[in-house]
């Protein structure tokens, strides 16, 4: 039901745009989000916005550098990554659920498949 894209080997500094298109129109109202797993690591809470683009959260690791937009006529959010650096090398999710917070917290009802990100030094 969600479909993530965009993922790709970028050198340091570089920039990538990531894209998760949702099946149903019921994803046009919920809030959506992207979080990101490293190897080893737990999966963590990168950005979410939700569905009128009034509410916006980023974790402090990418604030300033990545950027979440979505298009709700085409049911797709974006994460437009900028200053791209090695430490955010990882597996990048797409989810979504009916409460802001919950999804915050990882707690989504849906769930995309991850996109790799790889950035090299």
């Known amino acids: 039901q969600l479909q993530a894209s965009g993922g790709g080997l970028v050198q340091a500094g570089g920039s990538l745009r990531l894209s998760c298109a949702a099946s149903e129109r019921t994803f046009s109202k919920f809030p959506m989000g992207w979080f990101r797993q490293a190897p080893g690591k737990e999966r963590v809470f990168v950005a979410a916005r939700n569905w009128s683009g009034g509410s916006t959260y980023y974790a402090d690791s990418v604030k300033g550098r990545f950027a979440i937009y979505r298009d709700n006529a085409k049911r797709t959010v974006y994460l437009q990554m900028n200053s791209l650096k090695p430490e955010d090398t990882a597996g990048y999710y797409c989810?979504?659920?009916?409460?802001?917070?919950?999804?915050?917290?990882?707690?989504?009802?849906?769930w995309g498949k991850g996109t790799q990100v790889t950035v090299s030094s």
């Open positions: 989810a979504a659920t009916s409460n802001m917070e919950r999804l915050r917290r990882g707690g989504a009802e849906y």
